[in-house]
């Protein structure tokens, strides 16, 4: 018990760090008394986020309680082929994505110290379906795992910040992109994609024409 409680407070704390240093009123505090550090502000903000992974992802693989769930037989490789499929839908998405900006070169290139995202809107054959595609493929993948007791509290924990992290990003995207990100939330679904709220090519096009006015 005392390993799950430690688990929960360290992806806790990765939760309230992310947020932080994504949230806009860090980075506006930071463009108003250290604008020299805002062009390597998305790198740090990328290196924090892969390195507060450590100890919850330790704490999951080092000697993990008694499995509580295994998928049987034929559901074993209907799950995995589900993981693969949400993997290969990540690295597909990736095309659509300006990856010097994602990953912070290019703020340190042009010495950005803007601090919106200097992204056009762009809505890519997976935004057609759903807003946020990166947190329905974790959400696939973490649910078609085999659970230990550590797995499952990992999977309940980061399934409820994905939700939330959705709407702090809505939130985020609504003060770039304004009317056109409110218009493109009202036609396609959040999280989960919903065949009756989804886009057509000529429809995203005229979203984006809007956002990059």
Known sequence: MDKLLLLAFAWMLYFA???LFASLLLKRWVAAHYPALMPYYRLTFNGLAVLLLVPPLWLIYYQPGTMIWQWPGI??????GLALASVAG????LRF???AEFLGFRQIRDHEIRVEDQERLC???IHYYVRHPWYFFALVLIWTRDMTPEWLLSAALLSAYFILGSQLEDRKLVAYYGEAYRVYKKRV?????LPWRRLDKDQAREIESLGNQ
């Open 17 to 19: 760090i992310h947020s």
């Open 75 to 80: 559901w074993s490789y209907l799950m995995n």
């Open 90 to 93: 990540f690295y597909y998405s």
């Open 97 to 99: 994505y300006d990856s």
């Open 123 to 125: 809505i890519s054959p």
């Open 189 to 193: 679904s959040g999280v989960w994609p």
